[in-house]
């Protein structure tokens, strides 16, 4: 009987174990991953030219709207890194392995509003930011005779591209704030302290350095705070969970 109750202990423990690796090869296989949304994001919005306050202005729209200057095949290739966000979406599940406890409201829907505007923003802002350059990248190179046709068809990609983004936008925004108070509730496995670690926290963070630093810094954190506002939760959590050693009680 002792012999039968400590096979099973066993196999328990195997399979605890099994599953701890699994969690940590998905959350380096996504630290990975967004590395390359980082490049993305750096092709898009980076520009030496404008500073940490720069970056809170018309400015950057700018530089989205006229590529930067960018050849057409680069920006083509900053497009690649929305086909990556339904997997950068899994980092939720991680994040939901630790929450879950607190139930429902707390554990659920703030990891679905993420997940949700993660894949939003792959879809829409990933691949749309490449359209809203569009019309700048044909003007360089043909120029444009009507300027009147131009600036309106301009206005009405951005109005779509706008309208696309709405519930992504809605949905990061209460998501992150959502998950904050999850996190200060301590009815999940993190302490108070892992709200500096969490979307939230990072985005905070990330914004108010980045808006200190002059050109050309400013851009290496603003124009990747969506890269910094997946990656370093990603690598926080997968490293969290793969430190605890009471799974059973998650």
Same mark, same amino acid.
């Given at each position: 009987m002792?012999?039968?109750l ?18 940590l090869?998905?959350?380096?296989a ?20 404008l500073s ?7 400015k ?11 050849p ?7 497009q690649?890194?929305?086909w990556f966000?339904?997997?950068y979406?899994l ?15 707390l ?19 990933h ?6 350059s569009?019309?700048?990248?044909t ?6 005779p009507?300027?009147?046709? !131009?600036?309106?068809?301009n ?9 696309g983004?709405?519930?992504a936008? !809605?949905?990061?925004?209460?998501g992150?704030?959502w ?7 301590e ?6 302290? !892992?709200?500096?670690?969490s ?12 808006l200190l ?19 370093i ?18």
């Amino acid at each position: 009987m002792k012999d039968s109750l400590k096979s099973i202990h066993s196999k328990l423990n195997s399979i605890e174990q099994q599953h701890y690796k699994k969690l940590l090869y998905l959350g380096v296989a996504l630290s990975i991953l967004m590395l390359w949304n980082g490049g993305c994001d750096y092709i898009y919005g980076y520009s030496p030219d404008l500073s940490g306050f720069d970056y809170f202005t018309s400015k950057v729209i700018n530089v989205v709207l006229t590529a930067n200057g960018r050849p057409h095949w680069l920006i083509m290739l900053g497009q690649t890194a929305g086909w990556f966000y339904p997997l950068y979406s899994l980092t939720y599940y991680l994040w939901w392995i630790g929450m879950r406890k607190a139930g429902f409201w707390l554990g659920y829907i703030p990891v679905m509003l993420l997940a949700y505007a993660v894949l939003m923003i792959g879809g829409i802002q990933h691949a749309g930011w490449a359209f809203l350059s569009v019309l700048e990248q044909t003007k360089a190179v043909v120029g444009s005779p009507n300027s009147e046709f !131009f600036l309106l068809a301009n206005r009405y990609i951005v109005e779509h591209f706008v309208m696309g983004d709405i519930t992504a936008i !809605f949905a990061l925004s209460i998501g992150s704030i959502w998950h904050a108070v999850a996190t200060l509730s301590e009815r999940t496995i993190f302490p108070r302290w !892992f709200l500096v670690l969490s979307p939230l926290g990072v985005l905070i963070i990330a914004s108010t350095i980045g808006l200190l630093l002059p050109a050309p810094f400013a851009g290496f954190v603003l124009a990747l705070f969506g890269t910094w506002f997946m990656l370093i939760p990603n690598v926080a959590i997968t490293i969290w969970l793969w430190n605890r050693k009471n799974y059973k009680s998650y």
